[in-house]
């Protein structure tokens, strides 16, 4: 079935050192075109290495990898074109308003004036945040930042859009909403690359890469996975992927525990 589908990211065999340390550790994967594709694991699992990597900021050690059409090695600029990028920070300049912030991140993806107004009144009506034009950024709920940064990376229409963590220390309603957006998104076309260590966010994406010590444990729909590991959820795979053992189980952060370690 995968044959039949359009890929919009193909990496081989992806190494990228740090001196002597391998922050990723041989990677190879597919994603989709129009899928919701999940890049799990815990803090320092090697996720934001590659998803660097993957948007043509970082270089990698070695490997082959093809963004949206393009090779990472010789074609940077046109891989930045045609994706579009949000970090655990928003993204969002808090010191200017919401009109100059889209004006802005308009002007670097290359739109014109006119295409920024008309696509800034797009925005805002849809966000229902034209009130809120000519506020700064700092003024606005994290809710309605975090809506805004999500709309902001995606102004430009690219094929691809992706999130490094961005639902980190926001709660879990805000969370679910953003969630919503995501699947808008998805809905329109656009392939959405998403990097979280929230695993009951994984319930979320089409397919997703569980990644621990730089390498890829395990990849494969959410239900395939917790079939294959015999769990009821996200949380469980993990676990199970991990290794993690009983007396190690207390020292994790709350959002890898579940009720009962088995």
């Known amino acids: 079935m995968n044959e039949q589908k359009e890929t919009i990211i193909t990496v081989k065999n992806l190494v990228k050192k740090f001196g002597n340390f391998k922050a990723n550790d041989n990677l190879s994967f597919e994603v989709f075109k129009g899928e919701i594709f999940g890049f ?3 803090n320092g699992a090697g996720k934001t290495t590659a998803i660097k990597i993957l948007c043509g900021l970082w270089a990698p050690t070695s490997g082959e990898i093809n963004v949206a059409g393009f090779d990472i090695y010789t074609q940077t600029e046109q891989v930045k074109k045609n994706i579009g990028y949000m970090s655990q920070k928003f993204s969002l300049y808090e010191d200017i308003t919401v009109f100059e912030n889209i004006r ?11 295409e920024i107004a008309q696509r800034a009144t797009d925005l805002m009506r849809r966000l229902d945040l034209e009130h809120s034009r000519d506020k700064l950024i700092s003024s606005l709920p994290l809710g309605w930042r975090q809506k805004l940064a999500f709309s902001v990376a995606i102004l430009h229409k690219p094929k ?34 998403v990097t ?21 444990a395990d990849l494969d729909t959410p239900s395939a996975l917790k079939g294959k590991y015999r769990v009821k ?30």
């Open 40 to 42: 799990l694991g815990a």
């Open 104 to 114: 802005l991140f308009g002007g670097i993806y290359g739109l014109s004036r006119r």
């Open 160 to 193: 691809l859009v992706f999130l490094d963590e961005p639902t980190g220390g926001v709660d879990p309603v805000t969370r679910r909403k953003f969630w919503d957006q995501i699947y808008e998104a998805a809905d329109r076309g656009i392939t959405v690359f």
């Open 196 to 216: 979280t260590h929230y695993m009951d966010e994984a319930e979320y994406c089409d397919r997703v890469s569980i990644m621990v010590d730089g390498r890829i």
């Open 233 to 262: 959820n996200m949380n469980e795979v993990f676990l199970k992927i991990a290794r993690i053992k009983p007396d190690e189980y207390n020292k994790l952060e709350p959002i890898y525990k579940v009720r009962k370690f088995k």
